[in-house]
């Protein structure tokens, strides 16, 4: 009964459309009085590792911390993972759950221990049990390089330590999206070094990162696209080629001059 | 040969020599006192004025209260009467033995004191158990279920044998611990849900808190205790009563809460940002975040406060008495209302001020060890 005719369908190439996963548009947000950000445009597919510089108070931190609603913004429209940020705190909550992030200051627990830190937030959020995210955990710290310190608490480690202890918090939560918050700036320079290495394997296993540094050693190695902000303005965006060597705007120059210059 | 004692007498000397700046270089052993007092107590006019009353004031009351509380003191008497406390100068604690069952357990019915004291001892032998940080498991909060109602079913009875005993015989020591430590337990809770709605970012509920807050500690207990008792029945259906009792207790802890909720508010304001931040970044829901995150570490810091507020609240429930209870004082006072013992009032208050102390003491004590214990760790 297979006689029945092989109908040849025509190949259609289709193109191969990306999705972003995380999406700013024409994003506003004013502190009282004071204009934070103004018209932010900013979209990272799967995979994209974005790298934000910019002068201080340029509103870079507000910017990534509106893109797990750690802040809030008042007009424009924030999309992760295609769910709209808005008042429904389901929707958050989802957000939250697949957006990791890692701040300056670490934000580590005190009270709790290293693996504790670690185990936190897959145990309770998404009632994982407890045996099996310690195994993660376990592992996680294998990844940053200090399985060893499992059982101490952060008090009692470096600032580079504890930095990646922070970074394998937030992996604990198998996020598809990484947050950067100057996540060196707060290190003596001699722990920079192993903060940046995990950073870059993590990028190298395809995770999707959105990363606020002044690093240009990294941005250089990892990103795929840059972005300067200033006065709450994205001022210029552009692969690391050309933004490196062929800035469009003066700003961008100047600023670039400055931090590369010493 | 050089002995050892030949060397370490060589070294000590050597060390003296050394120390030609400091002001008083101590001879030997027997001039040190003298030195120090030299030094701290005589070192000029004013404070030599200062030592030589102090010392005077010492001598004149030190004596007679030792002479009056234990060399001349009456400790016991024959066969119930005071008369051998009336030939004597000194206190007489003879009323201890005699007026002891009064003094702790007030007009419960005399022949059931057992039922108060093993209740108290039960709670006593509870609380000592619950205190040690490894005890903190599971198995204690059941082993409490079980002694509350072990103790309530002592002191109601009712059932199972055991005669019936309204709330209104109950008294003294019992009745005193009972509303502390009921109030503390019941206020705890309420304080932290108070502390955390004057921090609300929703305005009705911190509007409220704060309300609650400003109004109840802008009272003192005997209003709150006065409202509770004879306003609160005015809200009641007919025919509705609530135990004066629990009328009492709801009074003691929704004042404590008001007081207590402003010192966790001290510790929550106390904890970074960037806590709550990290929290909030992982997806953990409002409450987990403050029981697992901000609570534990905010607690740990004002623990000196909160205790300072337990051990208020176990001393105001004495003004229960104006609402008609026979706490741990009223009853010590009730049972001096025997003429022949009344002249010893005195020795009745200092008992009852040194059973309060015992038990302040001991909070007092419990939670520099417990601040101990939770500091170890993560220290920076
Ligand atoms: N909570 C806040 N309230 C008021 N102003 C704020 C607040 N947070 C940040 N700002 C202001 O917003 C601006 C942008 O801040 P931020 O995003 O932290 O800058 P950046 O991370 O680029 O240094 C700064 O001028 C800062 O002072
Ligand atoms: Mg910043």
Known sequence: ????????????????????????????????????????????????????????????????????????????????????????????????????????????????????????????????????????????????????????????????????????????????????????????????????????????????????THEMGFARAVADTMVFMAEGRVIEMAPPEQFFSDPKSERTRQFLGQIIGH | MIKPEDDIHAATAAADVEEPSSAVVPETPLWKPLGWAKSNLFDSVPNTILTLLALFLLWETIPPLLSWGLFHATWSVADGSAAACRDSAGACWALMGEKNRLMLFGVYPYDQHWRPLLATCIVIAMLATSAPRRFWRRELGYAWGVAVVVVAWLMWGGI??????????????????????????????????????RRSNLPAIKAICTGYIE????????????????????????GVTIDKLLRALAGITLFTAAYLAEAVRGGLQAIPRGQEEAADALGLPYWRKMRLIVLPQALRLVIPPIVNQFISCFKDTSLVTIVGLYDLLAASKAALADPEWRPYFVEGYVIAAAIYWVFCFSMSRYSQWLERQLATGHRR
Request: with cysteine; hydrophobic share 50%.
């Open chain 2, 215 to 238: 109004l109840v500690r802008g009272v003192p207990l005997v209003s709150v205790l006065f409202m509770a008792s004879v306003m609160f029945p005015l809200f009641l259906p007919e």
């Open chain 1, 1 to 212: 009964m297979s006689d029945a005719p092989v109908v040849e369908l025509p190949v259609v190439e289709l193109p191969v459309v990306e999705l972003p996963v995380v999406e700013l548009i024409d994003v506003q947000k004013w502190y009282g009085a004071f204009h934070v950000l103004k018209d932010v445009n900013l979209s990272v597919k799967k995979g994209e590792k974005v790298v934000v510089c910019g002068p201080s108070g340029s509103g870079k931190s507000t910017m990534i911390r509106c893109v797990n609603r750690l802040e809030e913004h008042q007009a424009g429209r924030i999309l992760v993972n295609n769910i709209e940020l808005a008042d429904d705190l389901k929707a958050i909550d989802a957000i939250r759950k697949d957006v990791g992030m890692v701040f300056q200051s670490f934000n580590l627990f005190p009270h709790l221990t290293v693996l504790q830190n670690l185990t936190l937030a897959p145990t309770w959020v998404k009632h994982v049990p407890k045996k099996e995210a310690e195994d993660l955990a376990m592992q996680l710290l294998e990844r940053v390089r200090i399985p060893d310190q499992a059982k101490k608490f952060p008090g009692q480690l470096s600032g580079g330590q504890q930095q990646r202890v922070a970074i394998a918090r937030a992996l604990a939560m198998k996020p598809s999206i990484m947050l950067f918050d100057e996540p060196t700036s707060a290190l003596d320079p001699e722990m920079v070094k192993e903060v940046l290495d995990v950073m870059i394997e993590l990028a190298g296993e395809g995770m999707t990162m959105i990363c606020v």
């Open chain 2, 160 to 197: 199972l044998g055991l005669p019936y005993v309204e709330t209104g015989l109950w008294g003294g020591l019992p009745l005193t611990m009972g509303l502390a430590l009921l109030g503390i337990v019941l206020a705890f809770p309420l304080s932290i849900v108070l502390a955390l709605g």
